[in-house]
Nanobody
Framework: QVQLVESGGGSVQAGGSLRLSCAASGYTYRTNCMGWFRQAPGKEREGVAVINIGGSTAYADSVKGRFTMSQDTAKNTVYLQMNSLKPEDTATYYC???????????????????????WGQGTQVTVSS
């Protein structure tokens, strides 16, 4: 089993920044792909960014140029640096992990969240105008 714990959420004004962290623990062997997803009230959960063990990343169009996903493999931690935040970024942000597979698998899972086998509890991000 893999346990994921998110942190770093909070309230910020539009244009501000936040950095989310997701620490993985437990049996993290071959958790080759990590992702950030978000769910706003009344909306379906959507993919925000993914990163694979090699450092390749992909982003949703809505956050490209504003969000950056990174990782510290020694700490089994991934990060989501969020800049130029907008009120529409308000959501609960979830970290997810996928065991095994290469970059193509990771990209496919970005479009089909059911492929991610492990999820954190989420951290709230609120952006006020």
């Amino acid at each position: 089993q893999v346990q994921l714990v998110e942190s770093g959420g909070g309230s910020v004004q539009a244009g501000g920044s936040l950095r989310l962290s997701c620490a993985a623990s437990g049996y993290t062997y071959r958790t080759n792909c990590m992702g950030w997803f978000r769910q706003a009230p009344g909306k379906e959960r959507e993919g925000v960014a993914v990163i694979n063990i090699g450092g390749s990343t992909a982003y949703a169009d809505s956050v490209k140029g504003r969000f950056t996903m990174s990782q510290d493999t020694a700490k089994n931690t991934v990060y989501l640096q969020m800049n130029s935040l907008k009120p529409e970024d308000t959501a609960t942000y979830y970290c997810a992990a996928l065991r095994g597979g290469g970059w193509n698998i990771c990209l496919a899972a970005f479009q089909n969240e059911a492929d991610f086998g492990y999820w954190g509890q989420g951290t709230q991000v609120t952006v006020s105008s």
